[in-house]
């Protein structure tokens, strides 16, 4: 952008969502607090900007053309303590890894997307927990509330919305350091494995980065420009669920006069959230950023039709990503009906698969975990629904970490329940370690060069 951003004050509609059903919203302690909160970050410089935004649009239009793949992966819920240099930097890295697995396991470019610089609040089955006869305020992310079970820590704070603007801020700054300034540079794919545990997906990616280096080496030779090797794209994204926040942040693009959200360049809608008459897609409807909208095994064609009308009226490639999140069980059942009918609209929306979400489950020894196997079953699913219908399977959104995690049972080197005592550190949903995400890649890869085949 250049020359002043104006006021989004005044821009029409972008206030409606204010009379209008909003679920999951805080309840925020203090009315003097959240006045000066919300002043503040409407003061505040953007995250991101318009024309980034537009850039990942178009990206998003050749996946949902069958000419790319998103990646999208990071953490359930970040936690302002866990914005330190060490964990951004893992998690960077290891969607890196995934991405030149993808990318040369499928020949196929891979936008590369983290759920990351705003992922700070999270949608909650009930607005209370209760322990040893105390009922307090549930968590929901720490730009709510704290983890710590106290009255002061549960208790719903606007200040926090101004910190987790801040500690959004420095993840970018690292993240744009990191992937513009030499450390994504595709001659250093070995480099990419240090400081990460010996493992099977560690050996196979050693071996598939010595033969990216001879490829390097030999286009090196023919005299090939390598600008495009030496830096990556990649993009923020979180689930626009705290609508104050999300309002403050909302900017007027000077060179359309159009409202972009600034805080994040993708944005989606929860499966909790996506009700048609409600705060969150009236929202969404009337921002420029590309937004994303997750459907459970509940959603019918007729809700993915009528989404599709609210929120991409235009039927603009690359404006509108479905994320399905179906569970294992349900996949092949409840998804060709979706994808059909949605193709058959004319739509040419992004279908996108979260195997996370619908494969929920609880230890033996009581610990919210998913089956490693659960998860690449769906991913099968999601891949085989759209081979039989001709469709393309458009991307990959995982909850991950580059840090040796124990919360997801199985994969190669398999994690038992009796890791979780030492390494379970999530303080939401479980998610995939730097192994078993590496190990999906190279499944993933697998999946779209047999359809390119």
């Known amino acids: 952008m250049s020359g002043p951003i104006p006021s989004a004050a005044g821009y029409p509609g972008l206030d409606a969502w204010r009379g209008l059903p909003a679920v999951q919203q805080p309840t925020w302690a203090d009315s003097e607090v959240f006045q000066s909160s919300v002043a503040e970050l409407a003061a505040l410089p953007p995250l991101v900007f318009a024309g980034e935004v537009d850039l990942l649009r178009e990206r998003l239009a050749a996946a949902a053309q069958g000419k790319a793949f998103l990646l999208q992966g990071g953490d359930c819920a970040e936690t302002f303590d866990g914005a330190t240099a060490d964990k951004i930097s893992a998690r960077v890295r290891t969607i890196l890894q995934m991405a030149v697995v993808l990318t040369y396991g499928a020949s196929l470019p891979v936008v590369k ?29 720490d730009m709510v509330n704290g983890y710590d079970f106290t009255p002061e820590s549960r208790a719903h704070d606007a200040s926090r919305m101004v910190r987790a603007y801040h500690t959004s801020a420095s993840t970018l700054n690292l993240i744009r350091a990191f992937t513009q300034g030499g450390f994504a540079d595709l001659r250093l794919v070995h480099h990419w494995n240090k400081g990460f545990m010996a493992n099977p997906a560690h050996s196979r990616y050693e071996s598939l980065a010595r033969e990216i280096d001879r490829a390097v080496k030999f286009m090196d030779a023919c005299g090939a420009d390598f600008d495009a090797l030496k830096r990556v794209e990649f993009f923020a994204s979180h689930e626009a669920l705290v609508l104050d926040y999300e309002r403050a942040l909302t ?44 459907l459970g095994p509940t959603s019918s064609a007729d809700d993915a039709l009528r989404l599709i009308e609210k929120l991409d009226p235009e039927r603009e490639p690359g404006r509108l990503t479905f994320i399905t999140r179906m569970g294992a069980r349900n996949i092949r059942e409840k998804l060709p009906d979706l994808v059909e009918k949605v193709t058959a609209s004319g739509a040419q929306v992004l279908w996108v698969t979260d195997p996370m979400h619908g494969n929920t489950v609880t230890s033996p020894n009581g610990y919210k975990t998913r089956n490693f196997d659960d998860v690449i079953d769906e991913v099968r699913g999601f891949f085989e629904v759209h081979k039989g219908l001709g469709t393309f399977p458009g991307g990959l959104h995982v909850e991950m970490t580059g840090d040796d995690v124990a919360e997801c049972l199985g994969g190669a080197d398999p994690v038992g329940q009796e890791a979780f005592l030492d390494r379970y550190e999530s303080v939401c ?17 697998g999946a779209l060069s047999r359809k390119g085949a």
């Open 113 to 141: 997307m983290g759920r990351m610089a705003g992922q700070f609040a999270k949608p909650r089955s009930s607005n209370d927990e209760t322990r040893d006869g105390v009922t307090l305020p549930a968590y929901r992310g």
């Open 251 to 294: 900017r007027i693009d000077s060179r359309t006069g159009l409202p972009y959200d600034t805080s994040g360049h993708f944005l989606w809608i929860g499966e909790r959230t996506r009700q048609l008459d409600g705060a969150h897609v009236d929202f969404l409807s009337r921002v420029r950023n590309p937004i994303g909208v997750k």
């Open 429 to 445: 949903d479980p998610r995939l370690n730097h192994m078993q995400s590496l190990e999906m890649a190279f499944l993933v890869a």
